[in-house]
């Protein structure tokens, strides 16, 4: 049975990436919970969207509560992520890939920080994705640096 306690690592890996973030300390609560949850309720070899949207939920309650964003995103400026009308289509395949083994943790990050599926909250549910895939909940590491100019190897 999986406890509920996190490491005091897992909670400076959160406390750290809420910094890198920018999401303030009042996040770092909402994504060690969001961790929780990875840990205990998630299958360590299948990736459903049901688990996706409850991450974004759990990183960001209240502007992630009603699930993937329906409005364009903007960071400095510059539209990211992709348009609302293929996002769900996105996260799908993205999903499919995962559980085909067709993606490695850093190309699932990678995609998944393109694909930009919630309104904010992106890096930090990346982040515990990352480390879901890499086997590494308990002992986590900071995820690479998006190439947003690499192209999808795993794509069909």
Same mark, same amino acid.
């Not at 999986?2 to 406390?15: P, W």
């Not at 992106?122 to 190439?147: C, H, M, Q, S, Y």
């Given at each position: 049975?999986?406890?509920?306690?996190?490491?005091?690592?897992?909670?400076?890996?959160?406390?750290?990436?809420?910094?890198?973030?920018?999401?303030?300390?009042? @996040?770092?609560?909402?994504?060690?919970?969001?961790?929780?949850?990875?840990?205990?309720?998630?299958?360590?070899?299948?990736?459903?969207?049901?688990?996706?949207?409850?991450?974004?939920?759990?990183?960001?309650?209240?502007?992630?509560?009603? $699930?993937?964003?329906?409005?364009?995103?903007?960071?400095?400026?510059?539209?990211? $992520?992709?348009?609302? *009308?293929?996002?769900?289509?996105?996260?799908?395949? *993205?999903? /499919?890939?995962?559980?085909? $083994? *067709?993606?490695?943790?850093?190309?699932?990050?990678?995609?998944?920080?393109?694909?930009?599926?919630?309104? /904010?909250?992106?890096?930090?549910?990346?982040?515990?994705?990352?480390?879901?895939?890499?086997?590494?909940?308990?002992?986590?590491?900071?995820?690479?640096?998006?190439?947003?100019? @690499?192209?999808? @190897?795993?794509?069909?």
């Amino acid at each position: 049975m999986k406890h509920n306690l996190v490491s005091l690592d897992v909670v400076r890996f959160c406390a750290e990436e809420c910094f890198r973030q920018h999401s303030g300390e009042l @996040s770092v609560a909402d994504m060690v919970n969001a961790w929780i949850f990875c840990y205990q309720e998630m299958d360590a070899n299948v990736l459903c969207i049901e688990d996706i949207l409850e991450l974004g939920r759990r990183v960001e309650p209240v502007k992630n509560k009603d $699930g993937f964003r329906q409005v364009p995103v903007l960071i400095d400026g510059r539209q990211v $992520g992709v348009p609302t *009308l293929v996002l769900i289509n996105q996260v799908t395949l *993205l999903i /499919d890939a995962v559980n085909e $083994g *067709l993606v490695t943790p850093t190309e699932l990050y990678e995609e998944f920080e393109r694909i930009h599926p919630f309104i /904010d909250g992106n890096g930090r549910v990346g982040a515990i994705l990352f480390n879901w895939a890499n086997g590494e909940l308990d002992d986590p590491t900071v995820p690479p640096k998006v190439n947003w100019t @690499s192209e999808r @190897s795993w794509a069909r």
